[in-house]
């Protein structure tokens, strides 16, 4: 979708400074969409952001071939770390394949056009390596710093002249595993830690009066060769002050494979972190489309959509992008593993979400929305790399 702001990050990157331009123009492809029941409503506004910026590979396929392989008849320990290993170091290639350096320009590009207030961002990868040592899938200890998402991110920021402080950082999944070729080669170890970020932009008015950050009761149980792995997930958010207006910001990421694990954290989130005495605006990769009634194998018949029905139904929450444009405007996921797709036409669900929960009940009002790096025209034109397999979801807000 296309939008007004975008041309500010060209220009700045051009000239070297920001330009002070009025972000009024609403979107035209989202004009006739709802105009929002308080599109006039005063008061301050607040530009909100989720951006899921893609860890860099599938870290699933490592733990399906260890899995295949404990399932083969005659497995043993040996088997099962070859298994491992070898779909490590196919994963890890991948990472250096889909370039986060690359796809960090675009990232910082996107924001840096936004200008949100506060961004939530999901998958802020830390990748590490270290000596290869089977023993330490059951104690991560790799420290040599390979990609370090959040830093990269934050210095392509700087370098367009938009600063941006990472006010709330929640440490999630943190697993390693050994690595080498099909033949034996290259030998290490590989360590993934994953975070949740909440990025406050440096000038704006805003002033952090308190924060959370809570790895989620609920996660998803994962074992190779009878040792448990660290994949959980988990919450967090800022209470900001603004004059004397005071808002609450959460972000999360909720499991992907499991609509019975993603509810019970839709759940934890809505019960924990939903301010009683402000406006809670909530972001999130939900990984819960509301259009999506399928169950997955093995999930208690829990629907895909049943996280987003409650956040939106006993919640109290309001799904803000539907106050501004149709769900079919607002598609976010997801692009293949390789982010190099020829074409948008995989982003065709909608799971990247901002939620408002107002002591009114009443929706914010809402001036302008779009979302970011959903076009051909977004990829880097040497790589054709996309700047992630998400979309971003930007709206600016009123009301709170």
Not at 161 to 185: H, I, K, L, S, W
Not at 189 to 204: E, P, Q
Not at 233 to 246: F, I, M, P, S, T
Request: with cysteine.
């Amino acid at each position: 979708m296309h939008h007004p702001w975008r041309f500010r990050a060209v220009l700045a990157a051009t000239v070297g400074a920001v330009l002070a331009v009025p972000l009024l123009v609403a979107p035209s492809q989202a004009a006739d969409g709802p105009a929002g029941p308080a599109a006039a409503r005063p008061g301050k506004p607040l530009t909100a952001m989720t951006r899921n910026i893609y860890l860099g590979a599938d870290i699933n396929r490592p733990v399906l071939a260890a899995q295949q392989a404990a399932a083969q008849p005659g497995a043993t320990q040996q088997s099962i770390i070859t298994a491992l290993a070898v779909a490590t170091d196919a994963t890890r290639r991948i990472v250096d394949q889909t370039s986060f350096p690359v796809r960090s320009r675009l990232l910082a590009a996107e924001i840096a056009a936004a200008e949100p207030d506060l961004v939530g961002l999901q998958e802020v990868a830390l990748w590490r390596s270290g000596p290869f040592n089977p023993a330490a899938i059951a104690d991560p200890s790799a420290s040599t710093v390979d990609y370090d998402f959040l830093q990269i991110l934050l210095d392509d920021l700087a370098a367009l002249g938009a600063d941006y402080d990472a006010v709330n950082v929640g440490a999630r999944a943190d697993v390693e595993a050994p690595a080498f070729t099909p033949t034996g080669q290259n030998r290490r170890n590989v360590r993934l830690t994953m975070h949740d970020v909440i990025l406050k932009k440096a000038d704006n008015s805003f002033r952090v009066t308190g924060m959370d950050d809570q790895i989620f009761d609920a996660n998803l149980p994962v074992s190779i060769a009878g040792i448990q792995l660290d994949f959980s997930r988990g919450y967090q958010w800022v209470d900001v002050l603004a004059g004397k207006r005071k808002l609450r910001f959460v972000n999360s990421h909720f499991e992907a494979f499991s609509s019975t694990l993603a509810l019970l954290q839709a759940q934890q989130t809505v019960a924990e972190a939903t301010a009683d005495d402000r406006t809670t605006v909530f972001v999130c990769d939900c990984n819960s489309d509301p259009l999506d009634s399928s169950v997955k194998e093995n999930d208690n018949n829990v629907p895909h959509q049943a996280p987003y029905q409650l956040i939106t139904g006993p919640g109290g929450y309001t799904d803000q992008w539907l106050e501004w444009a149709p769900a079919e405007q607002g598609w976010t996921s997801g692009l293949s593993e390789l982010v190099n797709d020829e074409t948008a036409a995989k982003f065709d669900h909608r799971i990247d979400m901002v939620f408002s929960h107002t002591l009114s009940g009443r929706p914010l009002g809402v001036d302008a929305g779009f979302i970011t790096g959903n076009e051909v025209t977004d990829r880097d034109p040497t790589t054709g790399l996309w700047p992630s397999d998400h979309a971003g979801v930007v709206l600016r807000v009123r009301g709170w």
